[in-house]
């Protein structure tokens, strides 16, 4: 059984690193395509991510603790297909004349391993019909392909991590997990008759100039942010000043509205008018930037510094700045959220907001 359990557990530890870092991009090309992210179609692409590495950690863990040869030299290879039932026959409890005899196949290893290697790609077929839309064909040849991987994976001892294979490469495992693929599109209708038809998900209309939803605008700020702070690891508050006005005011200026993370995500600033004026982007800016994140930098720079001289009774005061900045705005930018309510202070302030394009 913990042959089974450490590869989900191993799975579940590393999915939520995978999945952030798969979020971003993800959340790019949904907006793009569909004007929104679909909420079934986040949990079926993830869970599929899901499903994906637990597969491929079942094939692969436990690995062995010392790398030496732990197949007989020269029977690295089984080619003989569907040596399995002899596998099975060979070593069997069950008589054939004797249905009772039937349940001691599920606790012989041999049957056991071949019933898992005959469900392990099952997921994936429906995933590839019912998710990705394909055909019959091109399920059966991408579930090859996949247990192919699986098994150069193991035969070439992780592509040289180990000197020698630590499992055998058995043309059974392609038939039956090939076979598995093809079970699971065969299955998929099971699905689809609970599950809507996310084919019918069809890209938004979205009118121009209407307001950018809050998880789209903190997106496209993130990518921007991350754009910033390579800059910013240079160096200190005049960097941070310089950096973030030629990011987030002149190049929107002379873009009228664009930075690269609105591009991505199909939105822009808009003012009153066509066209930005400095002095607008600048007010914003000055509010965003410059009256929350860098008073936030100087606050943080004054605690270290306080901490480091134990200046504890000044320290207790920058503290209580600080939680207070951000209470106001988490409080602030989570009740406009609760209102639906798309303007805040900085974009009440200068009269320029996210809209869609």
């Known amino acids: 059984m913990n042959a089974y359990l450490i590869p989900i557990e191993t799975a579940l530890i590393f999915f939520p690193f995978l999945a952030a870092i798969m979020s971003i991009p993800y959340a790019i090309h949904d907006y793009r395509k569909y004007g929104k992210v679909h909420k079934l179609k986040t949990f079926l692409f993830f869970s599929f991510i899901f499903y994906m590495m637990t597969a491929f950690f079942l094939t692969l863990l436990p690995l062995p603790i010392v790398d030496k040869p732990r197949i007989p030299s020269g029977h690295y ?63 059966i040849f991408i579930t090859f392909l996949v247990s192919l991987f699986f098994e150069v994976t193991q035969l070439t001892g992780i592509y040289g991590i180990y000197k020698y294979p630590y499992r055998l490469f058995d043309v059974d495992d392609l038939i039956l997990n090939t076979f598995s693929g093809f079970l699971g599109y065969l299955i998929t209708p099971m699905f689809t008759y609970i599950l809507p038809d996310i084919n019918k998900v069809k890209a938004k209309i979205i009118s121009e100039g209407k307001y950018s939803t809050y998880p789209k605008r903190i997106i496209a700020f993130l990518i921007d942010w991350c754009i910033c702070s390579v800059f910013l690891m240079f160096g200190g508050i005049i960097v941070f000043i310089i950096v973030t006005f030629i990011y987030f005011i002149l190049i929107p200026y002379f873009t009228n509205g664009f930075t690269i993370g609105k591009k991505l995500l199909k ?25 929350y994140f860098l008073i936030s930098d100087i606050l943080n720079s004054a605690s270290t510094y306080l901490s480091n001289i134990e200046k504890y009774d000044f320290l207790i005061l920058i503290t209580i700045l600080q939680l207070a900045l951000n209470l106001y705005v988490f409080i602030h930018i989570l009740s406009h959220m609760i209102k639906h309510d798309p303007i805040l202070l900085h974009d009440k302030i200068s009269g320029v907001s996210n809209v869609d394009i």
């Open 77 to 139: 290879v089984q080619l003989i297909p569907f040596n399995f039932i002899h596998d099975i026959m060979k070593n069997t409890n069950v008589i054939l004349s004797n249905p009772r005899t039937y349940l001691h196949l599920f606790s012989e290893s041999a049957f056991i391993q071949a019933l898992f290697n005959a469900i392990l790609l099952l997921p994936l077929g429906v995933y590839l019909r019912y998710y990705f839309k394909r055909n019959l064909k091109q399920t």
């Open 267 to 291: 939105m822009r600033l808009k003012g009153p008018n066509d066209r930005l004026t400095f002095i607008q982007l600048l007010k914003r800016y000055g509010v965003l930037i410059y009256g």
